[in-house]
Each structure stands twice: as structure tokens, then as C-alpha cells.
């Protein structure tokens, strides 16, 4: 990615960026101070997850993933309904939670230091006894389509969809 700015301009006449911040942080209060909903990120090291990988597949067993230390976000989330699931016709029936989706404003991943991706963990608390664990599936990384921008002007959160995490496949470590 090239270090060079582009100005954004469209607008101008009419939207700038101190709307854009005044809007930004006003929204930040209520999702961050409001509803102060958190979600736990267990960030994939991949450079020190690769160096314990196959050598012949690059294939890695679940405890020798790296991860950063976890970090803490503040989030929207929409929790789908658990599924009725079937290992295969005729066989033993499960419950499991429903999806996880959340949005996220960009500059506070960028406030933490932080980065979601594919492949990563998110830990949320359903209750004060029980922690359920997801693998993101998208990370939103590409946002700047008019639902994740503010009347055009630019893009300011990601939408991340996750999916259950196996017990088997992530273990926490704390």
C-alpha cells in the first residue's frame, strides 16, 4: 500500500471532515460508552504460526498457533439464533449457537493497535459463567460501499462475520 494521500474533495460544498469527525465521535459515545459491548480479539501471529508449521504442507496443529496478546473491542453485535444441527441423516442431533456479526469503527482498531483478519478468534461472554468462541469468516476489510461510509464521504467501520470455533480447534489460553 502506497504511503501517498489523496484528498478526499467530493462534497466539500456541503460535508467535510469536521462533520465527519463531529459525527465519528458522537457515534463512538454511544457504541463505545452507551452500550459498551465487548468482544475478546484473539489475533492470529501469522509470521510465528507459520515458523511452527509442516514443513512438507505448512499445515498447523491448533496448539501451536501464535497469538498476540487479546485485546478487548468495543462492538455492535448481532447474535443469530442457535441452530438445530445433524452430523449426518439418521444421526445424533446438536444445538449450537447462531453466527456472530459485528461492526467495529475503524480508528478504534487503529487506537489499539490492532487488526482483525480471517482466521481469527473472538471470545463473547453470553452470560457471566460462559465464554463462546468464534472464527471470523470475513474480516470487512473492504468497506468503502455506501452502507459503511457516512453520505459517501469515506468509509469509518467494518462489518465482521464469524462462525462457531470447534472446542477442538481453539483453546484459550487464560
Request: hydrophobic share 30%; with cysteine; glycine share 6%.
Amino acid at each position: 500500500m502506497s504511503d501517498k494521500k489523496f484528498p478526499i474533495n467530493r462534497m466539500n460544498k456541503f460535508y467535510d471532515e469536521s462533520d465527519f469527525s463531529l459525527e465519528n465521535d458522537m457515534a463512538r459515545e454511544f457504541l463505545e460508552g452507551d452500550l459498551n459491548i465487548v468482544v475478546v480479539l484473539f489475533q492470529v501471529d501469522k509470521i510465528e504460526t507459520e515458523k511452527s508449521g509442516d514443513d512438507l504442507y505448512g499445515e498447523v496443529a491448533g496448539d501451536k498457533v501464535k497469538f498476540f496478546p487479546p485485546k478487548e473491542l468495543s462492538v455492535r453485535i448481532v447474535l443469530e439464533q442457535a441452530g438445530n444441527e445433524v452430523y449426518s441423516e439418521g444421526s445424533v442431533r446438536y444445538q449450537d449457537y447462531g453466527n456472530l456479526t459485528f461492526t467495529i469503527f475503524t480508528d478504534h482498531l487503529k487506537e489499539l493497535g490492532a487488526d482483525i483478519s480471517y482466521g481469527d478468534y473472538i471470545g463473547y461472554a453470553d452470560s457471566e459463567d460462559n465464554i463462546k468462541y468464534f472464527t471470523v469468516t470475513n474480516d470487512g476489510r473492504i468497506n468503502s460501499d455506501n452502507a459503511h461510509t457516512r453520505v459517501g464521504y469515506k468509509s469509518y467501520y467494518r462489518t465482521v462475520n464469524c462462525t462457531t470455533a470447534d472446542p477442538d480447534e481453539f483453546k484459550p489460553f487464560y
